[in-house]
Nanobody, 126 residues
Framework: QVQLVESGGGLVQAGASLRLSCAAS????????MGWFRRPPGKELEFVAAIGWNGATDYYADSVKGRFTISRDNGQSTLYLQMNSLGLEDTAVYYCATPTSPFTNAQPMRAAYDYWGQGTQVTVSL
């Protein structure tokens, strides 16, 4: 059974940095693409970043490009999201996700993902 557990969220001031982690278990982590999504307060779920199964492809939402970096540590079965220069607009619950099919490239579409974590709250204040 695939399990994804996010951590690293918190309350930070604008301009600060945070690193989110997503610990995966239940299958061979290195065979699967991974993604980060977020749900801002009162808004729909939106794509943040994705990384392909072998790390050769990545994809970012325009709103985070140049500030956020997605990475993976296959030895630790962990996905990361380094978030720099955080702004109020980054306040959201952040979720990691992964598809059912192996050996796929980075995908920005929500429909491409089948397994989701429980989320971690990121709150950015002035």
């Amino acid at each position: 059974q695939v399990q994804l557990v996010e951590s690293g969220g918190g309350l930070v001031q604008a301009g600060a940095s945070l690193r989110l982690s997503c610990a995966a278990s239940g299958r061979t982590f290195r065979h699967y693409a991974m993604g980060w999504f977020r749900r801002p307060p009162g808004k729909e779920l939106e794509f943040v970043a994705a990384i392909g199964w072998n790390g050769a492809t990545d994809y970012y939402a325009d709103s985070v490009k140049g500030r956020f970096t997605i990475s993976r540590d296959n030895g630790q079965s962990t996905l990361y999201l380094q978030m720099n220069s955080l702004g109020l607009e980054d306040t959201a619950v952040y979720y990691c996700a992964t598809p059912t099919s192996p050996f796929t490239n980075a995908q920005p579409m929500r429909a491409a993902y089948d397994y989701w974590g429980q989320g971690t709250q990121v709150t950015v204040s002035l």
